[in-house]
């Protein structure tokens, strides 16, 4: 027992040794790259990492602290949370930034095939998870009697562990021979081979590329397109009621369309800034551009795609009232380095209590709602 744990760990720690770089970068001077680039990327990748696993892992903790956030829809925000912070932690800070400083991958084969697993699981979950979020927000909108009872906590937890099966079952291929796992860019990392050009190659990326990514990204898109016709539609249906109630209108609900228009747009394209490099970098592979790709140009999509594991639990958590609020009152101390957040949090509840007492009873209900449908898109 002793002797195998001692062989595993040889295999996992050993350097090079097994570890072939492909002969598609033979033709460009990899140990002649400046060391300020891998030293760079090696700092950018140890700071991201680090903001992206503590902001996650907050999120986690407010998640399990506070019961009020534990509804049917902030478990998809915590399936996000999860696989952006291990992501972080695993994948981008220690490994990719200790190989950047030493300039050469150094933790061998076996960990080379298991950070591409690991980075492939948690990336899928993260664009699923991001999906499904879609969907439920276009549910809970367009839909709202019906999400109320058709979402329940079990359907939730059920859902999520499919999203996480659904990832690990399109990450886990190359360990079992269709597809493979080989370093990339700089040599630093290990991803999946966009780059050799056999049957069984071409037949994983491209299948991992339509239903592990495109897909998702449909989904996104169509609820996000459907989110903003709902709430247009919604905001002219109360417009009307208002109107024979003999209520005063404004111009505040073609605004707050536009402000949700400007918030799904904004939360699309982060979201395709995160994950279209590499989309980029895989199809340029396997369609034969080789311009398309080189040392730097590969490691653009781990720069990008580790930065959206910050940004994340900023856009659907902690841009939410409910969670700025057990922010503010779970960890205050939090609040005196960054005042914005008590401020965020006092101005979205006075601006909910003020806007509703202006109303009478129904149009302080519709009023209600559309607070509810920006808190929803924000989350």
Same mark, same amino acid.
């Given at each position: 027992?002793?002797?195998?744990?001692?062989?595993?760990? %040889?295999?996992?720690?050993?350097? =090079?040794?097994?570890?072939?770089?492909?002969?598609?970068?033979?033709?460009?001077?990899?140990?002649?790259?400046?060391?300020?680039?891998?030293?760079?990327?090696?700092?950018?990748?140890?700071?991201? $990492?680090?903001?992206?696993?503590?902001?996650?892992?907050?999120?986690?903790?407010?998640?399990?602290?506070? +019961?009020?956030? %534990?509804?049917?829809?902030?478990?998809?925000?915590?399936?996000?949370?999860?696989?952006?912070?291990?992501?972080? #932690?695993?994948?981008?800070?220690?490994?990719?930034?200790?190989?950047? &400083?030493? !300039?050469?991958?150094?933790?061998?084969?076996?960990? $080379?095939?298991?950070?591409?697993?690991?980075?492939?699981? *948690?990336?899928? @979950?993260?664009?699923? #998870?991001?999906? &499904?979020?879609?969907?439920?927000?276009?549910?809970?909108?367009?839909?709202?009697?019906?999400?109320?009872?058709?979402?329940?906590?079990? !359907? #939730?937890?059920?859902?999520?562990? &499919?999203?996480?099966?659904?990832?690990?079952?399109?990450?886990?291929?190359?360990?079992?021979?269709?597809?493979?796992?080989?370093?990339?860019?700089? =040599?630093?990392? *290990?991803? &999946?081979? /966009?780059?050799?050009?056999?049957?069984?190659?071409?037949?994983?990326?491209? @299948?991992?590329?339509?239903? @592990?990514?495109?897909?998702?990204?449909?989904?996104?898109?169509? $609820?996000?397109?459907?989110?903003?016709?709902?709430?247009?539609?919604? #905001?002219?249906?109360?417009?009307?009621?208002?109107?024979?109630?003999?209520?005063?209108?404004?111009?505040?609900?073609?605004? =707050?369309?536009? %402000?949700?228009? +400007?918030? @799904?747009?904004?939360?699309?394209?982060?979201?395709?800034?995160?994950?279209?490099? /590499?989309?980029?970098?895989?199809?340029?592979?396997?369609?034969?551009?080789?311009?398309?790709?080189?040392?730097?140009? *590969?490691?653009?999509?781990?720069?990008?795609?580790?930065?959206?594991?910050?940004?994340?639990?900023?856009? /659907?958590?902690?841009?939410?009232?409910?969670? !700025?609020?057990?922010?503010?009152?779970?960890?205050?101390?939090?609040?005196? *380095? $960054?005042?914005?957040?008590?401020?965020?949090?006092?101005?979205? !509840?006075?601006?909910?209590?003020?806007?509703?007492?202006? =109303?009478?009873?129904?149009?302080?209900?519709?009023?209600?709602?559309?607070?509810?449908?920006?808190?929803?898109?924000?989350?």
């Amino acid at each position: 027992m002793l002797a195998s744990n001692k062989s595993w760990a %040889r295999n996992f720690f050993s350097g =090079q040794q097994g570890l072939e770089v492909h002969p598609f970068w033979h033709k460009y001077d990899i140990p002649g790259i400046n060391p300020a680039y891998h030293y760079g990327l090696g700092t950018y990748i140890g700071f991201v $990492c680090v903001l992206g696993t503590l902001g996650n892992l907050l999120v986690l903790y407010l998640f399990t602290v506070t +019961k009020s956030l %534990r509804s049917p829809s902030n478990l998809f925000i915590l399936s996000l949370a999860l696989s952006d912070a291990t992501f972080s #932690a695993i994948n981008g800070f220690p490994l990719l930034t200790i190989s950047s &400083f030493y !300039r050469k991958w150094i933790f061998g084969k076996l960990a $080379c095939e298991l950070y591409s697993m690991i980075g492939g699981i *948690c990336g899928f @979950a993260s664009i699923n #998870a991001v999906a &499904f979020i879609a969907f439920d927000r276009f549910f809970v909108i367009a839909y709202p009697f019906d999400a109320m009872k058709k979402m329940t906590k079990k !359907r #939730a937890i059920l859902q999520i562990l &499919f999203l996480w099966a659904y990832s690990i079952a399109w990450a886990l291929p190359p360990m079992f021979g269709w597809g493979a796992f080989i370093p990339e860019g700089f =040599q630093t990392s *290990c991803s &999946f081979d /966009y780059l050799t050009l056999t049957l069984n190659n071409i037949s994983y990326v491209f @299948a991992m590329f339509t239903f @592990a990514f495109i897909l998702p990204v449909l989904v996104i898109i169509i $609820c996000y397109i459907n989110i903003v016709r709902a709430v247009s539609s919604q #905001a002219k249906t109360m417009s009307k009621t208002a109107e024979k109630m003999g209520a005063k209108t404004t111009k505040d609900d073609h605004k =707050q369309e536009i %402000r949700l228009a +400007k918030i @799904a747009a904004g939360t699309f394209t982060l979201f395709l800034l995160s994950w279209s490099p /590499y989309a980029i970098v895989t199809i340029g592979g396997m369609a034969g551009f080789p311009w398309l790709i080189t040392p730097f140009s *590969c490691e653009l999509p781990v720069m990008f795609a580790k930065m959206s594991a910050v940004y994340n639990p900023l856009l /659907y958590a902690l841009s939410h009232p409910k969670f !700025r609020a057990a922010l503010n009152d779970k960890v205050p101390w939090l609040t005196i *380095c $960054c005042p914005a957040i008590e401020t965020a949090a006092k101005s979205s !509840r006075s601006g909910i209590k003020s806007t509703t007492a202006k =109303q009478s009873n129904d149009s302080s209900t519709a009023v209600e709602m559309e607070t509810v449908v920006a808190s929803t898109v924000t989350a």
